[in-house]
């Protein structure tokens, strides 16, 4: 154990000292093309460079064009002039905010946009609405934490391919100029078409295997399947107490079979089925054998013998041994005679579920509906302003942010006297 760890405190250190490397080289090459700016200087920190090293898989090269890449669309924006006095309409209608953080404190985004949205405004605006929300996000990550959650509100879309264009752009956004900081994203409700169009597209999406799909009815029904909370739903549920005592119970016979109701109630299944033959004019064999006749009929498995195929050659015993007349001898059955069933050889058309292979195995891991049931909190929580205002710092909060409770006060207490 203690050689076990020991390798593995090495690998680590060794890990520790190739990334030092890479980050090292990487700034080497941005300083050797064209010096770096104060602001890119202060944006290329050693967290921020190691993931773009990870992100191109320790290619220092493609780090570094990549890293180049950013810094020159960075400058185009520019980041450093966002403020919240811009988007001063999205942020009264709460177009796109940062609704709080999950249990590992990762922020949570919502963007909840109407479709009207992208015919009065520009796809410039919408990304520097998009890089606005992000960096205050960025803004209130604590130091050990570099990933965010997304959730897009589709509701309020009728086109799915209105959303979907606002969807992809979103992620080709992420995917470049912030790798490895997407954590999941959820989309909420989108049009009924755009699970087709998602099918097709996904595949160029880089952010896809972190994208899921999710409608509040698999929510609903989740919360239905626990009946305690349904005082309606409980109602139609099998009352044993319910059933009046003087009810009678027991055995019920005929010519030639009987049935047996138990006393024991069940919720699901209040009878219990025995077949029993109990006619007097039977002739024939009094023991015989299971395999002829196949198994006894229980709860069990008495609704799966119903739609089941009859064991054994029918005609073998309907021949041998049920006579056609009282007066009629029967024969002896010879078990050479009797031909039991084979196993049916597999054909296409036996498993539907073999067009769903791919799904099922997805799903024994967890559903989409599974994974968002910790940010439905954020979901269904209501908007506040002046809450999220709170959480922007200079100089993206704006001038709100800048000016100090204390000065208001000051200005409140003069306003006041006079």
Not at 26 to 55: D, G, I, M
Not at 351 to 373: G, I, T, Y
Request: glycine fraction near 4%.
């Amino acid at each position: 154990m203690n050689l076990e760890g020991g390798r593995d405190e090495e690998e680590e250190y060794y890990q520790l000292v190739e990334m030092r490397r890479s980050v090292e080289s990487v700034l080497h090459l941005l300083n050797k093309q064209s010096p770096l700016t104060l602001k890119q200087e202060k944006y290329c920190s050693k967290e921020c460079v190691e993931r773009f090293v990870r992100a191109k898989g320790n290619n220092v090269k493609k780090a570094a064009k990549h890293l180049r890449n950013c810094l020159s669309w960075r400058d185009s924006l520019p980041t450093e002039d966002l403020m919240a006095d811009e988007f001063s309409a999205e942020l009264a209608e709460g177009v796109a905010y940062v609704a709080g953080h999950d249990h590992e404190l990762r922020p949570v985004l919502i963007f909840r946009m109407k479709q009207d949205y992208q015919k009065f405004h520009s796809q410039k605006l919408f990304t520097r609405l998009l890089v606005f929300t992000l960096e205050v996000a960025i803004q209130t990550m604590s130091k050990n934490v570099n990933q965010f959650v997304i959730l897009f509100d589709a509701s309020l879309f009728r086109s799915a391919s209105g959303f979907m264009k606002m969807l992809v752009a979103t992620l080709k956004i992420i995917g470049d100029y912030y790798p490895l900081s997407l954590h999941k994203a959820f989309v909420i409700d989108p049009p009924s078409l755009f699970s087709y169009l998602w099918k097709g597209v996904k595949s160029f999406v880089e952010l896809a295997p972190l994208t899921m799909v999710v409608s509040t009815l698999d929510i609903q029904e989740l919360h239905f399947n626990d009946l305690t909370s349904y005082p309606q739903a409980t109602s139609l549920c099998f009352d044993p107490s319910l059933v009046p005592s003087s009810a009678k119970l027991g055995s019920c016979s005929s010519s030639r079979f009987s049935f047996t109701v138990s006393h024991h109630f069940d919720s699901l299944k209040p009878w219990y089925l025995s077949l029993t033959d109990t006619s007097g004019s039977k002739v024939g064999p009094a023991n015989l054998s299971r395999t002829l006749l196949g198994p006894c009929i229980s709860p069990l498995n008495a609704r799966s013998l119903s739609f089941a195929s009859p064991r054994g050659n029918i005609d073998v015993v309907r021949k041998g041994f049920f006579p056609s007349t009282p007066m009629q001898k029967t024969q002896k059955l010879d078990p050479s005679m009797v031909r039991h069933p084979r196993t049916p050889k597999p054909s296409f058309l036996h498993s539907p579920a073999l067009f769903f292979k791919r799904d099922c195995q997805l799903s024994r891991v967890e559903k989409p509906h599974e994974l968002f049931l910790p940010f439905l909190k954020f979901y269904q929580r209501s908007y506040d302003e002046m809450i999220y205002r709170s959480k922007m710092r200079p100089p993206l909060g704006g001038l709100i942010s800048l000016v100090s409770p204390q000065l208001k006060r000051r200005n409140m207490s003069a306003s006041q006297r006079y």
